[in-house]
């Protein structure tokens, strides 16, 4: 079982299929480093469950953010921004998750944050290759 996530909370989707306005409130509630945070849409299954989908996840990048900081995510292409809200003028990170239409017309997906603290990343071919030119210890050797 997850655990609650306190610290980022989402407010609200505005526009919801309006192509270049769809967007994601989110407000930092303590300073925190974005890096461990995944963005997501999902169909809910319950209290504080959700069911994702395979292939919508956006990470919010290695930002650090203060306590009542909004981060506003586009679904649409753009450049982050650092900016203010127009009305409160509290601290506002402007990300675009780069999806090519909206994402959220269907008023049932839901967005949800996903806080990850691990990961296992693939052998890749370099480092294949790295490690095959390391000397092997005798196996025969060992008792």
Do not use: C
Not at 62 to 78: C, D, I, L, Q, R
Request: proline share 7%.
């Amino acid at each position: 079982m997850l655990r609650i996530l306190g610290e980022l909370i989402i407010h609200a989707v505005a526009d919801r299929g309006v192509p270049n306005k769809e967007r994601i409130y989110l407000q930092a509630t303590t300073d925190l480093n974005l890096g461990t945070y995944l963005l997501s849409i999902g169909y809910p299954v319950g209290n504080q469950k959700i069911y994702p989908s395979s292939d919508n996840f956006f990470w919010l990048g290695n930002e650090v953010v203060s306590a009542n900081t909004w981060v506003v995510v586009y679904t649409g292409p753009g450049h982050p921004k650092v900016t203010a809200m127009s009305d409160t003028k509290e601290p506002a990170l402007v990300l675009h998750w780069g999806k090519s239409q909206t994402i959220l017309s269907d008023a049932d997906l839901h967005p949800f944050v996903l806080s990850v603290d691990g990961i296992f990343v693939a052998e890749t071919p370099e480092l294949k290759e790295r490690v095959a030119k390391l000397p092997q210890p005798s196996l025969s050797q060992i008792k």
